[in-house]
């Protein structure tokens, strides 16, 4: 793998006046990432502050209904904050602290990542500004509120489709104008190296407890590991260390919206098409002329016209399969999971239980699976009660 490359994929497609920035950055992750000192910092502010290690949980009741594999699912829902967001998040503060900077700013798409870094940044000291599209701000209002009641400046992105890549695309405008005292705290495996690597080293806590915790309670390792998939990042944590147990089977979970043959859809290893954007190469929903297609899904967490760069080397050398899954399918797997298990999950996560409640009866009992919720549902209720014809709100 050369550096900041996977496979073809990834690279620093930046401008030049952010260059010597990132340089910076990546020179700084490189001192610190095997540092001593910092990961016992790290490791006291998981333990401590975000809770981790999160539970692996047998679910008793979704298996024996199923009446397939043994499912396990890794609950990141737990985490501080609600979400696997928050892994990555005090890891960057962190580092952006060491690096003697004072103001974080981060993109947001369904307001956890928002969440995270407007937490973590008010924990440290640090000014903290959020850019978020506008159409996520009015879908995640709850999110917008929790973050101003945390410190943080929350900007309504009016640019594009309102959604998250043009979040990303004004975060970045503003680190550009601004690297003297500020890190972009970027929320998934995505945009120029070091941030797919960063990113996904922070994360990896996910993969590196459930592999102790399913050999602890197993004796084994799992037939199946999965998760949702917009830019990737809780995909990656919980693939990580898994990638080289060549009879573990990685399976990532796209968004296709209303699906996938109606343009109305966030699927992009389905859909999608190699290119260049966001500071990054990788498959993205593009049209023929390379402009950057309108994506949709119910979630606004995997509303992204893109993938990050691991992930598509993972699916150009068959090491991950991605499948996409509908709105329709994710809603179903919301209720589904809330009825069985009574754990209201993320939309986000939803969609890889939607993918694990087609899989799990088709194998054998003595299988196992694990599905990493990545985040909790209450930001999701609303727009669920919305989905199915009821106004919380009236």
């Known amino acids: 793998?050369?550096?900041?490359?996977?496979?073809?994929?990834?690279?620093?497609?930046?401008?030049?006046?952010?260059?010597?920035?990132?340089i910076n950055l990546e020179n700084s992750y490189e001192k610190y990432k095997n540092d001593p000192d910092?990961?016992?910092?790290?490791?006291?502010?998981?333990?401590?502050?975000?809770?981790?290690?999160?539970?692996?949980?047998?679910?008793?009741?979704?298996?024996?209904?199923?009446?397939?594999?043994?499912?396990?699912?890794?609950?990141?829902d737990l985490n501080h904050t609600g979400s696997h967001k928050i892994n990555n998040v005090l890891g960057q503060c962190l580092l952006a602290k060491k690096m003697g900077?004072?103001?974080?700013?981060?993109?947001?798409?369904?307001?956890?990542?928002?969440?995270?870094?407007a937490t973590a940044a008010a924990?440290?000291?640090?000014?903290?500004?959020?850019?978020?599209?506008?159409?996520?701000?009015e879908r995640q209002a709850l999110n917008v509120y929790r973050m101003e009641l945390l410190g943080a400046k929350v900007n309504a992105v009016t640019t594009g489709t309102m959604t998250l890549?043009?979040?990303?695309?004004?975060?970045?405008?503003?680190?550009?104008?601004?690297?003297d005292d500020t890190l972009y705290v970027l929320g998934s495996v995505m945009g120029p190296h070091p941030f797919p690597m960063m990113v996904r080293d922070f994360q990896s806590v996910i993969s590196k407890e459930a592999r102790e915790q399913i050999l602890e309670y197993e004796g084994k390792l799992p037939d199946v590991?999965?998760?949702?998939?917009g830019g990737g990042s809780n995909a990656m944590g919980i693939f990580y260390n898994f990638i080289n147990d060549s009879d573990v089977h990685l399976i990532g979970c796209e968004a296709a919206g209303r699906g996938i043959?109606?343009?109305?859809?966030?699927?992009?290893?389905?859909?999608?098409?190699?290119?260049?954007?966001?500071?990054?190469?990788?498959?993205?929903?593009?049209?023929?002329?390379?402009?950057?297609?309108?994506?949709?899904?119910i979630s606004a967490g995997l509303d992204y016209p893109g993938i990050g760069p691991e992930h598509a080397y993972l699916h150009d050398t068959g090491r991950a399969e991605y499948v996409p899954v509908t709105d329709d399918e994710a809603v179903n797997a919301f209720e589904y999971i809330a009825r069985t298990e009574g754990i209201i999950c993320a939309v986000e996560s939803a969609h890889a239980v939607a993918h694990l409640m087609k899989i799990a009866p088709e194998m054998s009992k003595d299988s196992?699976?694990?599905?990493?919720?990545?985040?909790?549902?209450d930001k999701d209720v609303a727009a669920i009660a919305r989905y199915r014809g009821k106004d919380l709100y009236e």
């Open 1 to 22: 793998m050369s550096k900041g490359r996977f496979g073809v994929h990834g690279g620093q497609y930046i401008p030049e006046t952010l260059m010597s920035e990132i």
């Open 38 to 76: 910092f990961n016992a910092e790290l490791d006291k502010l998981f333990r401590e502050y975000a809770g981790r290690p999160s539970l692996l949980y047998y679910a008793e009741k979704m298996t024996k209904d199923l009446s397939g594999a043994k499912i396990y699912l890794k609950r990141e």
């Open 101 to 117: 900077k004072t103001r974080v700013i981060a993109e947001t798409g369904a307001g956890q990542h928002g969440v995270a870094t």
């Open 123 to 137: 924990l440290m000291g640090m000014e903290c500004e959020i850019f978020m599209g506008k159409e996520d701000c």
């Open 165 to 179: 890549k043009d979040a990303v695309n004004e975060a970045m405008r503003e680190w550009t104008s601004r690297v």
């Open 225 to 229: 590991v999965m998760a949702c998939v």
């Open 261 to 297: 043959h109606t343009g109305e859809t966030a699927a992009t290893i389905a859909t999608g098409t190699p290119g260049i954007f966001h500071g990054m190469e990788s498959y993205f929903c593009q049209n023929e002329y390379g402009q950057i297609a309108p994506v949709y899904s």
């Open 368 to 377: 196992i699976i694990i599905c990493n919720l990545s985040g909790r549902g």
